[in-house]
């Protein structure tokens, strides 16, 4: 009995110490996670999130104060692989993706402060001061940070509209209360 | 007229439905019912409705427990042939209570506690017998001897209700040890096979089901013809009864070659036990086995063997029930790994190499 | 010729005697076409009239919108009413552009191409750059640009061109009156195309359940040296690409090749007699016949079309409806398309219009799946619909990607066969469709990273530019200043 309680007692202490001096000698100093996550993310730094940047975004997700949903353009999809690299558990059937949007500059409205051309992180807005600015569609990714600086409220956000060549079927369940 | 868009295609199917499968099943199994009705008489009747109605009862109870509609379910006769089955493995007079507690182990336990309908891991019959099987031996090993119906010896409509419901004590000398079993206990006490074999009906009586065994498995001409049924029917496949016969067959001729005075012979394990109702009936269930034709040859093997090895090896005289439990836990890992080769591809995912033409 | 087996597929009731025996009739010319400017795969045509324009027939309405696109011509003579976005013959329902047709009865054709006198003497592109101009596409229901299609000849060494007159889907009987009617046009644009191509043989693929079409077009090809009319078993899908190569080679095509990679490219029968128009006539492509069936329909039949009439147009010339149908489908039962309504347009692609009654459709609310495997015993692509399904159900479409979904062909064996009326098809075409969103947004996301990139490395570019122009001007100011000071300092000295 004592023989045992002993050798329990010793195992534990040794593996205690080695695994204390492990995490103390062998701890890497900084977090290669953040790295990995911010790649995941769509990088344009639009604060939909609510922190400054990707950066900070990926820093508040490495250490746990984020939800894997935070994105809302990167969506589902981004949401499915941040879960993945964290290897935590989305519930991502509550998450509505957000229908993709672009920004669209209404003519009569712009002043041509360039504010938005200022704001925009993809280059999308083209313009000069006191001339009308239009949007590059390809390049919009609909951050909307051009919407919220605009002082005459002459930039909106519109649904990009689906197309038949994208369009696809819904899932089977999505129709299920529908059926019969 | 766009409400109808709810599905894509096809806009037409064929005229299969999980009911129409599972009566065929049904239809398949009368045979050998009806046979073993006639040569157990009015307990066994007794038996079978019990088992069947508790049965039925224990689905409508889970259904309502757990708010679903009650008539998809229990008309499809998925809950029936669970029923059916279980009866067919129970001794042909087990109590009422049996069949109760068999009935909840076999729908609540395996069934409804893993999802219902299409969800559950083990067979659910299988898991109510090995379930009564562990927890009361005694009347799960009590067989009778043959009382045709309107023979002299066969109890009366009375007794019978009495002997199932009630307790009415058997009549004398009806019970009786099945072939499995007693040369289980004979090798126990130092006989060779060889020499219990003789106390035996013969492998024609076997083959007709003129002897003591479980409610409906002793007519292997009689499931092997409801198997026929199902195999013209494609119901089933023929790749798990072959490998689960095939493989009991081969392991048992040759092991009773090396030494036939320690092991039964190949005819004997197939016509025994139940062989044929296990390998037509239970290890084809389609929930609980594998999906894809060569999961399903190495699931059969592995329950041919483990048969075998539990009948030669283990405690019990009988194997069917616990080896299609044990493959059943199998499956999942069988499908993983024996899936069949997409158009294409290799055997391992890769797209097919293109050849040079010449 | 030997056949090779080919692996699982079903044998659903075909229901093709409605209509085997009804004759192609022309439907006669509608009030209106519409005509829409995407009735192909790739990019959308681009209107070059405009409304109020009169054009002649067989006119050059829309241009191809690209190199893999196809140009819309006019049906007929007459004016253009409107360009507007009416609802497309797609089960999305979407509105897309459609130019309005108003027939002025006259069917007054406009200057065609002059016809290529011997095509097989001519430049394989020449034929091609013909087949282009005359927007002919896949006419079996893939819509691809047949010229594209055509030009595989370019980068692949190819043997065969096999001739799709399988027509494996139930109801439709469109390509089997072609060939029944018209097997030399068919035959004769079958050899042209295979000049294009390069191809050495024709082979002519047709179910066993279509005799007379299989007697007649042997009977044709009887002349031709080059020309093999082979019978193959009436087993759905047959007349998959894929399959059908495999039932007439022995080959498979590997999984993300085309077939043209085993020297063989599959055309369907009534592409065929399109090219042999636009080849030997120059006429554009104006026209389809189209089988109208259904248990629906008063009166089925194969109505020769002009493109843009209506599908009520044509469901009217054969009677009208006798019940309102369950569902209106483009194309096969199969793998057709469910229709919105019955005011959308015959587009290029549209071998079939049924009009479907419940008792034929048989669809049944769906149970629980009872795992016994008839999916994965029939799927002719050896998948495993069942865990494929089981993976979707649970939203990990990249679940279902490990196990081959998109290696399905959407078929819809497995969904027709499967005992608990399980939507298997739609979960495997919501998958692919998941898929190439995905891929879309990956797209898009790292289309985005670089422009915020290239944004961010011109901003530094500029700060430190400005940065460096500030220490120069810090600098001079610096310089200027010890000068100054320098001379101050030997002016107090």
């Known amino acids: ?180 | 007229m766009s409400q109808f868009i709810v599905r894509s295609g096809p806009f037409t199917h064929a005229p299969t439905s999980v009911r129409a499968t599972m009566g065929l099943v049904l239809v398949a199994l009368l045979p050998a019912t009806a046979f073993n009705l006639w040569l157990f008489g009015w307990p066994a009747l007794f038996m079978f409705l019990a088992t069947l109605i508790f049965c039925l009862l224990a689905e409508a109870g889970c259904l309502i427990l757990a708010k679903k509609p009650l008539m998809p379910s229990l008309g499809d006769g998925s809950v029936a042939l669970t029923g059916w089955l279980l009866a067919m493995s129970l001794p042909p007079w087990a109590p009422w209570w049996i069949c109760l507690l068999g009935a909840i182990f076999a729908v609540v336990l395996a069934k409804h506690l893993f999802g219902g309908l299409g969800q559950n891991v083990f067979n659910p019959a299988m898991v109510g017998r090995v379930a009564l099987l562990v927890s009361f031996p005694l009347q799960m090993t009590a067989f009778v001897s043959a009382r045709p119906l309107g023979s002299a010896a066969a109890p009366g409509f009375g007794q019978s209700l009495g002997m199932i419901f009630g307790h009415t004590p058997w009549p004398d000398q009806v019970s009786a040890a099945s072939a499995l079993g007693y040369v289980k206990t004979e090798l126990s006490r130092g006989v060779p096979v060889t020499q219990s074999m003789h106390h035996l009906p013969d492998l024609m009586d076997m083959a007709l089901g003129l002897h003591p065994g479980s409610f409906g498995e002793t007519s292997a001409l009689l499931l092997l013809l409801g198997g026929l049924l199902l195999l013209a029917r494609r119901v089933i496949t023929w790749h798990i009864p072959t490998a689960v016969m095939g493989s009991l067959f081969v392991l048992a001729t040759l092991f009773h070659a090396v030494d036939p005075g320690r092991y039964a012979g190949g005819l004997f394990h197939l016509l025994s036990g139940a062989t044929f109702l296990g390998a037509f009936f239970i290890a084809t269930d389609y929930v609980t086995s594998p999906v894809t034709k060569k999961g399903q040859l190495v699931y059969g093997c592995g329950v041919g063997g483990l048969t075998w090895l539990i009948r030669t090896f283990a405690g019990y005289p009988e194997g069917m029930a616990f080896a299609v439990l044990l493959m059943n836990a199998l499956t999942p890992i069988i499908d993983h790994h024996f899936r069949p080769r997409a158009f294409g591809r290799t055997p391992q995912g890769d797209p097919l190499p293109l050849k040079d033409r010449t | 010729m030997k056949l090779f087996p080919v692996r699982g597929g079903v044998h659903p009731d075909y229901r093709k005697e409605r209509t085997a025996e009804a004759a192609i009739v022309a439907l006669p010319l509608p009030k209106a076409l519409y005509l829409p400017l995407q009735q192909h795969i790739g990019a959308p045509a681009e209107a070059v009239v405009e409304a109020g324009q009169r054009v002649l027939k067989g006119q050059l309405l829309a241009l191809a919108g690209g190199p893999v696109s196809a140009p819309v011509h006019a049906p007929t003579s007459g004016l253009v009413a409107a360009i507007a976005t009416m609802t497309a013959p797609h089960p999305s329902g979407l509105a897309q552009p459609t130019i309005i047709l108003e027939p002025d009865g006259r069917e007054e054709w406009a200057a065609l191409p002059p016809p290529i006198p011997d095509p097989f003497a001519a430049d394989p592109a020449v034929i091609r750059a013909r087949v282009a101009d005359c927007g002919i596409v896949g006419m079996g229901g893939a819509t691809f640009p047949s010229a594209v299609k055509l030009a595989l000849g370019t980068e692949h060494k190819l043997d065969i061109l096999l001739l799709n007159g399988a027509e494996c889907e139930p109801y439709l009987t469109c390509d089997d009156r072609l060939m029944r009617e018209r097997a030399e046009a068919v035959l004769d644009g079958a050899r042209i195309m295979a000049h294009a191509l390069g191809a050495a043989r024709v082979v002519v693929a047709i179910e066993a359940n279509k005799p007379q079409a299989l007697e007649i077009m042997a009977r044709a090809a009887a002349a031709l040296a080059d020309v093999t009319v082979v019978k193959v078993p009436a087993q759905y899908p047959m007349g998959s690409e894929r399959h059908l190569v495999q039932a007439i080679t022995g080959r498979e095509t590997p999984a993300r090749k085309l077939t043209a990679d085993l020297g063989v490219v599959v055309h369907n029968v009534a592409t065929a007699q399109a090219v042999r128009e636009a080849v030997r006539f120059g006429r554009p492509l104006l026209s389809r016949v189209v089988t109208v069936s259904g248990g629906a329909v008063a009166h089925p039949a194969n109505v020769e079309a002009p493109l843009g009439a209506l599908v009520s147009d044509l469901v009217d010339f054969c009677g009208g409806l006798t019940t309102p149908p369950r569902q209106v489908v483009n194309g096969g039962p199969m793998m057709g398309q469910p229709l919105p309504s019955l005011a959308v347009p015959v587009v290029k692609g549209m071998s079939g219009i049924l009009a479907l009654t419940a008792a034929e459709t048989n669809e049944q609310p769906s149970e629980p799946c009872i795992r016994c495997g008839t999916c994965v015993t029939i799927c002719p692509c050896g998948l495993v619909p069942v865990e494929m399904a089981a993976f979707i159900r649970k939203e990990d479409i990249d679940g279902a990607a490990r196990l081959g979904v998109q290696d399905c062909v959407s078929c819809g064996s497995c969904s027709y066969i499967c005992p608990a009326h399980i939507p298997l098809v739609h979960f495997f075409n919501y998958a692919k469709g998941r898929l190439a969103e995905k891929a879309r947004e990956a797209r898009r996301t790292d289309r985005v990273r670089q422009l915020v990139e290239v944004h961010n490395t011109r901003l530094d570019k500029l700060a430190a530019a400005r940065a460096a122009q500030a220490a120069a001007v810090e600098a001079a100011r610096a310089e200027a200043a010890k000068a100054t000071g320098a001379t101050g300092q030997g002016g107090a000295s």
Request: proline letters at 6%.
């Open chain 1, 1 to 180: 009995m004592l023989i045992a309680v002993g050798s329990m007692a010793l195992m534990g202490g040794v593996l205690g110490g080695v695994l204390g001096l492990a995490s103390r000698y062998l701890a890497v100093k900084e977090n290669p996670l953040e790295q990995e996550l911010q790649s995941l993310l769509p990088g344009a730094n639009c604060a939909q999130c609510g922190y400054v940047g990707c950066g900070q975004a990926a820093a508040a997700l490495a250490r746990g104060e984020a939800p894997v949903t935070l994105c809302p353009p990167g969506g589902k999809a981004v949401a499915e692989r941040l879960a993945r690299k964290l290897g935590v558990k989305a519930d991502l059937s509550g998450q509505v993706d957000k229908e993709p949007e672009f920004a669209l500059i209404d003519e009569d409205l712009c002043i041509g402060c360039t504010r938005c051309i200022r704001e925009c992180t993809a280059d999308a807005i083209l313009g000069a001061p006191k001339q009308m600015h239009t949007v590059l569609l390809d390049n919009c990714h609909g951050c909307a940070k051009c919407f919220k600086v605009c002082p005459t409220e002459a930039i909106k956000m519109c649904k990009v509209p689906v197309t038949l060549s994208e369009w696809h079927w819904d899932s089977p369940q999505a129709h299920s209360g529908r059926l019969h």
